[in-house]
């Protein structure tokens, strides 16, 4: 049951990364916005939202596998309301749209999978899983942000 908790709990981590994204858009502005934007601060944005919501369930899961299956399904939750939005945006599932799919959901599962292992080494200690753990999760995410960014 709290695997499916988890999964929730990515979604309303992805509706509030969603809010400060979308608040972001309207404050920042200049000629490399949308570089800043995608590669730097939406990965910070959403990491963070996903660390706090992993880092706030490493007690109640007690096992290791347990708890990493709990991050994954944070992140699944999380990709599939990114997925979702987008979505919104394509009316017919196309070769694109489903091989980005496949990717959006790669990166947030590895970036939850990567805070999980921050936060399941370092727990009790919220520094030194955010440096590990969230550090780690926002260079994925960026560097897969930028590696799109580029090729667009």
């Given at each position: 049951m709290k695997i499916v908790e988890s999964f929730f709990w990515g979604v309303l981590a992805a509706l509030g990364s969603l809010i400060l994204e979308v608040a972001a858009v309207e404050i920042v502005s200049g000629e490399e916005k949308n570089f800043f934007l995608y590669v730097f601060l939406f990965p910070l944005i959403e990491e963070t939202f996903k660390f706090f919501f992993i880092f706030r369930q490493a007690a109640s899961f007690s096992g290791g596998f347990l708890f990493f299956a709990g991050a994954f399904a944070l992140g699944a939750g999380f990709a599939a309301t990114e997925i979702f939005f987008i979505r919104l945006d394509y009316f017919a599932p196309d070769a694109n749209f489903l091989r980005g799919s496949a990717s959006i959901l790669s990166?947030?599962?590895?970036?939850?999978?990567?805070?999980?292992?921050?936060?399941?080494?370092?727990?009790?200690s919220l520094a030194k899983a955010l440096?590990?753990?969230?550090?780690?999760?926002?260079?994925?995410?960026?560097?897969?942000?930028?590696?799109?960014?580029?090729?667009?």
């Open positions: 990166v947030h599962l590895l970036a939850a999978l990567a805070i999980g292992y921050g936060v399941k080494t370092f727990y009790p440096f590990f753990g969230g550090l780690a999760a926002i260079l994925i995410h960026g560097a897969y942000n930028a590696f799109i960014f580029f090729q667009n």
